[in-house]
Nanobody, 121 residues
Framework: QVQLVESGGGLVQAGGSLRLSCAASGRTFSSYAMGWFRQAPGKEREFVAAIRPSGGNTAYADSVKGRFTISRDNAKNSVYLQMNSLKPEDTAVYYC??????????????WGQGTQVTVSS
């Protein structure tokens, strides 16, 4: 099973930036679309961004479009999320996962430990 380790979260003021990283184990990383999800306290986990295996196409939730950028480095088995112009409503635990690009549906029930992002107003 692919192991996923997220990092890069922290406390930032509104308007600030953070870059999240996700390191994946396994030799088939480059075969999968990858995505970021987030879960705020008391809310369901929600889709944030996705990227195709080659990195040629990306997709975003409307709430982050124009502020967040997803990217990947298949040589490093890693996917990233650059978050700019952060808002307090972006506060959540962020997770990466392999997913089906078209439906945004995760390919498994496995989730890493996530990384906490807290945006103060």
């Amino acid at each position: 099973q692919v192991q996923l380790v997220e990092s890069g979260g922290g406390l930032v003021q509104a308007g600030g930036s953070l870059r999240l990283s996700c390191a994946a184990s396994g030799r088939t990383f480059s075969s999968y679309a990858m995505g970021w999800f987030r879960q705020a306290p008391g809310k369901e986990r929600e889709f944030v961004a996705a990227i195709r295996p080659s990195g040629g196409n990306t997709a975003y939730a409307d709430s982050v479009k124009g502020r967040f950028t997803i990217s990947r480095d298949n040589a490093k088995n890693s996917v990233y999320l650059q978050m700019n112009s952060l808002k307090p409503e972006d506060t959540a635990v962020y997770y990466c996962t392999a997913l089906e690009y078209g439906s945004r549906r995760p390919l498994s029930d496995y989730w890493g430990q996530g990384t906490q992002v807290t945006v103060s107003s």
